[in-house]
C-alpha cells in the first residue's frame, strides 16, 4: 500500500522574480519502507517535506498522505504522523518526561511517554531539564516525541545534521527499529552514506526536482562501475582532457570526467583496471601525484546528474 504519493508537485513563492522551490516532482512511498529525500542544501527537500506533512500549502499537484488528502481529513492524518523537523525548539525549562507527555496529549491513542522515551535510551534522563541536553540528546528527545502518538508514517527532516558519530549511530539505530516495527519512515538528509545505510529508497531532488529514484544498488549500479580511482598528475603541460579520454576507453572503465584538477573513473573490477591505467598513463608519460580508490556511493550519482558535488552550493533550504 502506498503511504506517500505526489503528483506534479509545485510550489511557488511570489516575489520580483518568483521563485519555484518545488517544480512538477512526482513521488511515491510504499508502506512499511524507510524512503530516503536526498540532495544538496536549497534542493527543495524541506519544502517537499514541509507540503507533506500540511504545514505548507503547495501552489499546485496532488497530494496523498496515507490515502487521505489535507484540506479534507487534517485530523485524521494528524493523528497518524509523528514529525521531527530540521530545527525544534522545546521549553528548556520543562523536563524530559513532562515534555513528552505534553507531546502525548495532543493524540488520541499512542504509547506511554516512559516507552518513547525508552525507544530512543533517554530513561535516564527523564527527570533532567531539556536545556541541560546535548545536541544528540535534544535531538533523540525530539525524535521521542514525533513517535510518542504511535504513528504509522514518521517524517525525519535532517536528523542528524550537526551530531557527532556516536550520536548519529544512535538515532540510526533508532530508524531502524521503527522501519523493523513494518512503519514508514520519510527522512531529508544531504549526508549520502546515511541514505546509504538507512533507506530502501531514495530519490534525489535538485532544483525541486526528483532527478534519480530507485534502491541505493540501483542507483550506484547506475554508474556502470562499483569503483572510483581518483587519479591526480604532477602539472607538467599534459593536456588533462586528452589523458581523460584515452583512459576513458579502457577495458573496464565506465565513466572518465574531470574534477578539481584530477581524473576520476568510474570502473569494474578494479584489480583489473589499475595496472592497465598505470600502463596507459606511463604511455602517456603522465607523471603520477596521487591515485586512491574507493567504492562508489550515492554521492557519485549525484555528480553524474548533476555535474557538482553536493558541497558545492550551500545556502538556506526554500
Not at 257 to 285: F, K, M, T, W, Y
Request: with cysteine.
Amino acid at each position: 500500500m502506498t503511504a506517500i504519493r505526489c503528483v506534479n508537485l509545485v510550489k511557488r513563492y511570489d516575489g520580483k522574480p518568483p521563485v519555484d522551490a518545488v517544480r512538477g516532482l512526482n513521488l511515491t512511498v510504499e508502506r512499511g519502507e524507510c524512503f530516503g529525500l536526498l540532495g544538496p542544501n536549497g534542493a527543495g527537500k524541506t519544502t517537499t517535506i514541509e507540503i507533506l506533512e500540511g504545514l505548507l500549502r503547495a501552489t499546485s499537484g496532488e497530494v496523498e498522505v496515507l490515502g487521505l488528502r489535507w484540506g479534507r481529513n487534517d485530523d485524521a492524518i494528524k493523528q497518524q504522523i509523528g514529525i521531527s523537523l530540521q530545527e525544534t525548539k522545546l521549553s528548556e525549562k520543562l523536563t524530559v518526561r513532562e515534555t513528552v507527555t505534553l507531546f502525548r496529549c495532543l493524540y488520541r491513542q499512542g504509547i506511554s511517554p516512559d516507552l518513547a522515551l525508552a525507544q530512543v535510551s533517554l530513561e535516564e534522563k527523564a527527570d533532567a531539564r531539556v536545556g541541560k541536553l546535548s545536541g544528540g540528546q535534544k535531538q533523540r528527545l525530539a525524535v521521542s516525541c514525533a513517535i510518542v502518538g504511535d504513528p504509522q508514517l514518521l517524517f525525519l527532516d535532517e536528523p542528524t545534521t550537526g551530531l557527532d558519530p556516536a550520536s548519529r549511530r544512535q538515532l540510526w539505530d533508532i530508524i531502524r527499529n521503527f522501519r523493523d516495527q513494518g512503519r514508514t519512515v520519510l527522512l531529508t538528509t544531504h549526508y549520502m552514506d546515511e541514505a546509504e545505510r538507512l533507506c530502501d529508497r531514495v530519490a534525489i531532488v535538485d532544483h525541486g526536482q526528483v532527478i534519480a529514484q530507485g534502491t541505493p544498488r540501483e542507483l550506484i549500479a547506475s554508474l556502470g562501475g562499483d569503483h572510483i580511482v581518483e587519479i591526480g598528475l604532477a602539472r607538467d603541460g599534459h593536456d588533462l582532457s586528452a589523458v581523460a579520454s584515452s583512459l576513458g576507453r579502457l577495458p573496464k572503465v565506465s565513466s572518465a570526467q574531470l574534477e578539481n584538477g584530477g581524473i576520476v573513473l568510474s570502473v569494474q573490477d578494479l584489480h583489473l583496471v589499475l595496472p592497465a591505467v598505470l600502463a596507459e598513463l606511463d604511455r602517456l608519460g603522465g607523471n603520477l601525484d596521487s591515485l586512491a580508490t574507493r567504492q562508489a556511493s550515492l554521492e557519485d550519482v549525484f555528480v553524474k546528474l548533476a555535474g557538482r558535488h553536493l558541497s558545492d552550493e550551500e545556502g538556506t533550504e526554500p
